[in-house]
């Protein structure tokens, strides 16, 4: 039986965080060119953000303050979803068996937690070799109206149900670095990061300017150490760049960027 394999394309690598709702078509192509020969030996269960275009909705939404909490959650979804049919597009146009999986549609929430889990379509979908694709969204809320699932709360929601091999993290940068690699020459990327050596990188990480730029990588780390602590079929969690063929290095368990084990 294939393993299962969770990978997120950063919604800063899939679309241009300086403009409005603008996605990167060509790398969105290029990653699926190199992810396709990997749905021949894992299942994929693929995520991607919402970068310039869910981010911009929920800026916009913080300003008007004119809108209550599900007409918010809807707003953010609609235009989450419009980045989720350009990549899904896209994908089916090279040939990959792409599906929507929003998880508005998988995920009700009560009180900013999981309250009910809507998985069955979704299982049947991953384990006949389909491409299931899903990203971060504003899903419906008992109590608040809506409520916000990054692509990392979406994967650590359904984590317990699909147990995961291994979860690949693309970035904007090769890892996790002990300051803001795009400012400071001196910066290091950290090979590996394991709860023995957790708290001298988490002083790193919280002094440098680098945790802002890569999307809140301090509680990204946090996230995924806790996952694989608590989680013994998951071998690992692996940070790392969108360089071509650190994709498939990272899912087939070579050694790139930075890896988060037990």
């Not at 290091?188 to 990480?205: D, G, H, Q, S, V």
Request: hydrophobic content about 40%; glycine content about 8%.
């Amino acid at each position: 039986m294939a393993d299962t394999v969770f990978i997120k394309w950063g919604g800063s690598i899939i679309t241009d965080k300086t403009a409005v709702r603008k996605a990167n078509i060509d790398t969105i192509r290029r990653l699926g060119t190199e992810l396709k020969p990997l749905l021949d030996d894992y299942r994929i269960l693929l995520g991607h953000g919402s970068g310039s275009f869910g981010h911009w909705a929920a800026k916009e939404y913080a300003h008007l303050k004119r809108s209550g909490p599900k007409e918010y959650a809807a707003r953010v979804h609609a235009v989450a979803a419009e980045l989720n049919h350009i990549v899904v597009s896209e994908l089916v146009s090279l040939g990959l068996p792409a599906f929507h999986f929003p998880p508005s549609a998988i995920i009700f929430a009560n009180d900013d937690h999981p309250s009910r889990l809507c998985f069955g379509a979704l299982t049947e979908v991953l384990h006949r070799g389909y491409l299931p694709v899903t990203y971060g969204d504003a899903v419906p809320d008992a109590k608040r109206g809506g409520a916000i699932f990054s692509t990392e709360r979406v994967f650590f929601t359904m984590n317990p149900v699909f147990k995961p091999k291994r979860i690949v993290l693309i970035t904007s940068v090769d890892g996790v670095f002990t300051a803001d690699p795009l400012k400071d020459p001196d910066a290091e990327r950290i090979p590996e990061i394991t709860p023995e050596n957790f708290k001298e990188i988490r002083t790193a990480l919280g002094g440098s300017h680098g945790v802002d730029v890569t999307g809140g990588m301090l509680s990204k780390v946090e996230t995924m150490l806790a996952l694989v602590q608590t989680s013994p079929w998951l071998d690992s969690v692996v940070i790392t760049s969108a360089e071509p063929g650190n994709m498939e290095r990272a899912v087939r368990g070579k050694r790139v960027g930075t890896i988060i084990h037990r």
